[in-house]
Each structure stands twice: as structure tokens, then as C-alpha cells.
């Protein structure tokens, strides 16, 4: 079986100049010189061959003409000489790439895919530019620079599209390369450039079009600058999420895939980035729920992307040990740094402390901190609860527990004792009543 794989961006050209096309040309153009030749014939006292001969010489000294001879001495250079010649020293290197797949081949076969639009273009203004001023009542001058013009939008067309599929190519076979390599990032930040690279080639091919048609720049931008302030601001938000799009995209402080966690509003959102796009970005929350987020949000707001902490987690606990066992926290201590010193899924390069934190009329808190190495949240999870049974284990081993918490309940005598005798509470016995209040007082010590 033979497997056929092809490059990311290969494509077919999009026009091909093929045989049938220069026939049909030839014709229209042999037609168009006898209809010509014919009519200034008729027109005037020339024979038929004088007629043909000032038509033809008529076309010869037409710029159009001109252009479509240099286009079609560039067309041969590249198919027959240029081409050959590369494809020869291709093979007289020791290079291991055939010439049908080096990058020299495509870089050839997109110059010359728009060179065959371009002589088809240029042939179409030959006849234009020497036959409609006798078939119609137009000025010979009209239609020069009508001509000019095509050729000259023609020009700038061929050469955006030469530059738009290389800069294709280019940018998708480098992201295909990181797809390859398993760098999702560089992959993105490739997707990404080549999104902002058809914006800027559409940009720059629309004002050298301008340029082309004699325009002036600098009235037409004047002129849809006045329209553009007024659409801008009625879609300034629109233009800002646009424009706040195209830096995610070229920056990528996040990515598809990724955990992050910020608070637009006081609102806290966290959750799994779904899609960036040019106007929004989707996170898909640990409930299941679709945040739409606009992407001005981003550059108001500080986001916390938890995926690329890598594959450094932090363990951050408080253990609280009775304040009866005080005597032991020490070598409660030392039996913890023991086992944090020996686990090899603890860094070494980043700080381990464990000390006490602190005494209170309740317990006394152990300070533990330090980093795990981990590939996921997962994983770190069921390292931190290994550790923390392990810490335990060393507290109950030494003899002491962990504290439990209490809540005191602290009364004024003036106030409880008269509501006791007149038996508003009920006594600690469970009784209430006069009895009670007594029985009350007598367990609290007030009697």
C-alpha cells in the first residue's frame, strides 16, 4: 500500500493556463484583427493588407502589448529556463529532497500560477485596447487608461496572492511542524500569525489598488475617515474587542486547553478555555456552564493561568496540634522534615519549611510549606492527601492529636441570673421553673 502525504498548504492553483485557453485567445484575437483590418477597409480608401498591416502595427505599439510580451518572456524564463536550471542543480546536490518537494518548488509554483493570470489579463487588454474604439464611440484615450488601470490592479492582485499563499504555506507548515512536535502554544501563536497576515497583505493590496487606479490615498481615507469615526463610535466596544483579539492571539497569554481564573466584576470565572476567537473567547466552567466572554474583559482584568504553573504545585497547610501537647510539637516537627527531605516528589530546589506557626489558648499551629512535582491537579491532589495521612501518622505517633475546635459561650452574671430565678432559661439539668433556676445556679457555680 502506498501512502500519499502532502505538505500543509499544498493546494491547486487556483488558475491554470492551460492549452485550450491560449486557442480560444489566438482565435478571438485573429477574429478581432480581420474585424479591424476590415472595418478601416471600409472605412477609407486602404486595400485590405494596408488596413491589416497599420492594425497590426496599431497593436504592436500598444502598451498593453508591451506588457504582455515582458509577461510572457517571464512565464518562459521561469517554466523553461529557470525551472530547468534550479531542477539541474537540484540534482547535482547532494541534497536527499526531490525537486518536486523542496520548498524551492512551491516557492516557484506560486509565483508562476499568477504569472498565467497576469498574460491572460494582459491579452484580454490587448484586444481591449486596440479593437473597442471601432466597435464602440469611445475615446482611444478612455480606453488606455481604462487598460492601464486593469493592468496595473492586475499587477497588484498577482503580487498579494503570491505573497498571501507563501505566507500560507509558511505559517501552516510551521504550525503543522509544532502540532508535530506537541507545542500547542507555538502552534496557536502560528494560527495566529497567519490570521494577522492575510489582514495585513488584504490591507496594504487595498491601498496600493487605489494607488493603482489613480486614486488619491489620501482623499479616499479622508473621505472613510469621516464614515469610520462615525462607525467607530458607534461600534467602539466592537472595535475594542477586535482589537484586544488580535493581541490574545499574537501574545497568548492563554490557550485553548488551559485552566485560568480571573474576577471581571467581582465575579469569580474559572474554568477551561474552549476557543479564542477575533471577537469573544469561550471557558467552559467546572460546572459545565459556557462563559462568553468578550475579549476587552482580558485587558481590563489580571488573569491567573493555572496550567502553566508547569509542573510545580504548592502544599500550603496549617496542622493544629492541642495546646496540651506543646511539649511534643518539636518532635512532631522533626518527624515531618524527616519525611519531607526523603520523598522524592518534593522539590529540593525551591524552600521546605516547617516550623511552628503559632500558640493559642486552643492549639498550636505547624506551618508547612513546600512544592510538589506534579503533571496535573489530579496528581497533585493525591500526593497532598498521602502527605497530609503521613502527617497525621506523625502526630499520633508522638502521642499528641490534633486539636478540635470549640466554641465558648461567654455570659454576664447580671444578666443570666435574674432571667434563671425567674426561670426564663432552662437550668443545665434540662428542668425548668423556680426549682430549676436553683438547680441552675448551683451547677454554674452561682450558688
Not at 498591416?53 to 502598451?63: D, L, N, Y
Not at 517571464?74 to 530547468?84: I, K, Q
Not at 437550668?427 to 441552675?440: D, K, L, N, R, T
Request: glycine share 8%; net charge positive; hydrophobic share 45%.
Amino acid at each position: 500500500q502506498q501512502q500519499q502525504q502532502q505538505q500543509p498548504g499544498a493546494a491547486q492553483p487556483p488558475f491554470s493556463l492551460k492549452p485550450v485557453y491560449v486557442l480560444i485567445f489566438g482565435l478571438v484575437f485573429l477574429g478581432g484583427l480581420l474585424f479591424a483590418s476590415m472595418s478601416l477597409q471600409l472605412t477609407s480608401d486602404l486595400g485590405f493588407r494596408d488596413a491589416l498591416t497599420k492594425v497590426v502595427r496599431r497593436i504592436f505599439r500598444s502598451i498593453a502589448f508591451r506588457q504582455l510580451l515582458v509577461i510572457t518572456a517571464c512565464m518562459l524564463m521561469v517554466r523553461f529556463a529557470l525551472n530547468s536550471v534550479l531542477r539541474l542543480l537540484a540534482k547535482w546536490s547532494a541534497s536527499p529532497v526531490q525537486w518536486d518537494k523542496s520548498k524551492l518548488y512551491y516557492v516557484m509554483k506560486e509565483v508562476y500560477s499568477p504569472l498565467e493570470l497576469l498574460l491572460f489579463i494582459a491579452g484580454c487588454c490587448t484586444l481591449a485596447d486596440s479593437f473597442v474604439p471601432q466597435l464602440i464611440n469611445v475615446p482611444k484615450a478612455t480606453v488606455t487608461h481604462v487598460v492601464r488601470a486593469v493592468l496595473s490592479v492586475s499587477f497588484v492582485v498577482g503580487a498579494s496572492v503570491v505573497v498571501y499563499n507563501l505566507k500560507s504555506r509558511f505559517c501552516k507548515e510551521q504550525a503543522w511542524q509544532m502540532e508535530l512536535q506537541g507545542d500547542v502554544t507555538s502552534q496557536r501563536r502560528w494560527e495566529a500569525y497567519d490570521k494577522l497576515g492575510t489582514f495585513g497583505i488584504y490591507a496594504i493590496g487595498l491601498v496600493l489598488a487605489i494607488q493603482a487606479l489613480g486614486l488619491e490615498v489620501r482623499s479616499v481615507l479622508a473621505i472613510g475617515g469621516i464614515g469610520g469615526l462615525a462607525i467607530g463610535l458607534a461600534g467602539r466596544e466592537i472595535c475594542e474587542n477586535l482589537l484586544n483579539g488580535m493581541l490574545l492571539m499574537t501574545t497568548m497569554p492563554f490557550e485553548v486547553g488551559e485552566e485560568v481564573c480571573f474576577r471581571p466584576n467581582g465575579q469569580l470565572v474559572e474554568g477551561i478555555v474552549v476557543d479564542v476567537g477575533w471577537y469573544r473567547t469561550l471557558i467552559r466552567s467546572f460546572e459545565r456552564e459556557m462563559y462568553v466572554i468578550p475579549n476587552a474583559v482580558f485587558s481590563k482584568n489580571t488573569v491567573l493561568n493555572v496550567t502553566r504553573k508547569q509542573r510545580e504545585w504548592r502544599f500550603y497547610e496549617f496542622l493544629c496540634v492541642r495546646v496540651q501537647d506543646v511539649h511534643k510539637v518539636n518532635a512532631i516537627i522533626q518527624d515531618i522534615r524527616r519525611i519531607v527531605r526523603n520523598d522524592a516528589r518534593i522539590l529540593n530546589k525551591l524552600h521546605r519549611r516547617v516550623f511552628m506557626d503559632g500558640i493559642s489558648h486552643d492549639d498550636v499551629k505547624i506551618y508547612v510549606s513546600f512544592y510538589c512535582e506534579a503533571s496535573n491537579r489530579d496528581a497533585f491532589m493525591a500526593i497532598k492527601q498521602d502527605l497530609l495521612l503521613a502527617f497525621v501518622d506523625c502526630i499520633e505517633r508522638n502521642g499528641a492529636k490534633l486539636a478540635q475546635p470549640r466554641t465558648v459561650l461567654e455570659l454576664e452574671q447580671d444578666t443570666l441570673l435574674p432571667r434563671l430565678m425567674a426561670g426564663l432559661l432552662p437550668a443545665p439539668g434540662g428542668s425548668s421553673g423556680s426549682s430549676g433556676g436553683a438547680a441552675g445556679l448551683g451547677l454554674m457555680g452561682y450558688g
